[in-house]
């Protein structure tokens, strides 16, 4: 039996894109174009009682992402458990 298992587990970010100039700085005012900007991406893995777990990967591959929705400390966008 898992202690912790996890599907499909998704974060993504919206960010303003900004345009240049006074102009383009007046018309994000009024109406901003959002983009979405995709953190985590379709983790899954099981943790099993008694194992040790080692989470590794290169800088900005979302470790800290998927650690803090973990904890629940932010909300991913979409996760089945």
Do not use: H, Q
Not at 1 to 22: A, C, H, R
């Amino acid at each position: 039996m898992s202690l912790i298992e996890v599907k499909d587990l998704v974060k993504t970010y919206k960010i303003i894109e900004k345009e240049d100039g006074l102009f383009g700085y007046f018309k994000n005012l009024v109406k901003p174009k959002y983009s979405e900007i995709m953190a985590v991406k379709g983790v899954n893995f099981n943790i099993e009682e008694g194992e040790l777990v080692g989470y590794i990967g290169e800088n900005g591959a979302g470790k800290s992402t998927t650690i803090k929705m973990l904890t629940r400390t932010i909300n991913p966008n979409f996760w089945k458990c």
